[in-house]
């Protein structure tokens, strides 16, 4: 009923930046709500940010605030991460989702590297 592809991902330096981008197809009417996900080798997947169009609220996990900024383009359905000064901490698979809320995600994608070397 609903797609997402990611795409954006590749290798950069510390202190480097990416812009990650999230296209929704489908049935995108149901979408309430988006987020990033990420999941490192050896540790369990993890919230990074997410927004919500219910209730106009945007929310960041605590190790990417003041670095990471999600934002959309609803007239193509779209959603981006603008990701700066990264971190080798940053380095995992990212994942755009979207449900009906930010606790109730029924679409994913397939997953975008991202690579942050010393």
């Known amino acids: 009923q609903v797609q997402l592809v990611e795409s954006g991902g590749g290798l950069v330096q510390a202190g480097g930046s990416l812009r990650l981008s999230c296209a929704a197809s489908?049935?995108?009417?149901?979408?309430?709500?988006m987020g990033w996900f990420r999941k490192a080798p050896g540790k369990e997947r993890e919230f990074v940010a997410a927004?919500?169009?219910?209730?106009?609220?945007?929310s960041y996990a605590d190790s990417v605030k003041g670095r990471f900024t999600i934002s959309r383009d609803n007239a193509k359905n779209m959603v981006y991460l603008q990701m700066n000064n990264l971190e080798p901490e940053d380095t995992a698979v990212y994942y755009c989702?979207?449900?009906?809320?930010?606790?109730?995600?029924?679409?994913w994608g397939q997953g975008t590297q991202v690579t942050v070397s010393s």
């Open positions: 989702a979207a449900g009906r809320g930010t606790s109730s995600y029924a679409y």
């Open positions: 489908g049935r995108t009417f149901s979408i309430y709500a």
């Open positions: 927004f919500s169009w219910s209730t106009s609220s945007i």
